[in-house]
């Protein structure tokens, strides 16, 4: 196909760099060069899919390891702060031993500390199942399970009582209605599936971010052993 100048549209010489009918300069793009300039913006798009891709096998048998120790200390010893943390922490440091290819960000680290604090709040949960199971039937402390249950009902009722003691009397009435509810058998299931809601909700929260704490972390040392 021969080659016309963009300018005037007149015939060019295959070695010209200016057109010898109006002087214009001639812009030559090989399809080579046009496939290099669009490499480095391909690849950067790709390397920062990657930093934020996450390896699902390895990081939930990471997490699973992590996350059957964190369950039963917590199911034994309460809900800690610092423990989920170190958790979430610990759970990335394994996923980057098990998977060295792999790269991990704070989103990578946040989401498998997310994962760790899901399976920890389960077996969390199966523990505190399991002993309540125990001491009613097994161990017959029905009757001291129950006036836990009824104490704490009855904390919550009489907070609530107090609260709305000076609202309308439809409001006063429907709040008798709830406190009759909380202290119910009912009541008493209903605080505890809130009270395993609320601590299951910590545990991925901390969790989360102690994972995403450690991916930074690592991936800062990373740099720093890389540097040197």
């Known amino acids: 196909m021969e080659a016309v100048c963009h300018r005037c549209g007149g015939s060019l010489v295959d070695s010209g760099i200016f057109c010898p009918h109006c002087g214009a300069p001639q812009l030559r793009v090989q399809e080579g060069d046009e496939a290099d300039l669009q ?6 798009r790709s390397g920062t ?3 934020h891709k996450v390896s699902w096998k390895p990081a ?14 917590s199911g034994l010893v309460g809900f800690s702060i610092f423990l989920l943390l170190a958790g979430g922490f610990a759970a990335v440091a394994l996923y ?11 989103q990578v680290g946040w989401r498998i500390g997310a994962v760790a604090g899901l399976l920890t709040s389960f077996i969390a949960a199966l523990m505190e199942a399991g002993d309540l199971v125990i001491h009613r039937y097994f161990l017959h402390n029905a009757g ?3 006036q836990q249950f009824q104490t704490m009902a ?14 309308a009397p439809q409001a006063a ?15 008493h299931a209903a605080i505890q599936l809130l009270t395993v ?26 740099r720093t052993r890389r540097a040197v």
């Open 49 to 51: 899919r990657d930093r």
């Open 173 to 187: 009435e429907l709040l008798h209605h709830w406190v009759a509810f909380w202290l119910s058998p009912d009541g």
């Open 144 to 146: 001291k399970i129950d």
């Open 60 to 73: 939930i048998t990471s997490a699973l390891l992590l996350a059957v120790p964190l369950g039963l200390i």
């Open 96 to 106: 980057r031993r098990n998977c060295p290819s792999a790269l991990a960000d704070g």
């Open 39 to 44: 490499q480095p913006a391909a690849v950067q």
């Open 154 to 167: 009855q904390q919550v009722a009489d907070s609530a009582l107090k609260s709305g003691s000076e609202g």
């Open 197 to 222: 809601a609320i601590v299951s909700f910590g545990t991925v929260l901390f969790a989360a971010a102690g994972g995403a704490l450690g991916a930074r972390i690592l991936a800062a040392r990373e």
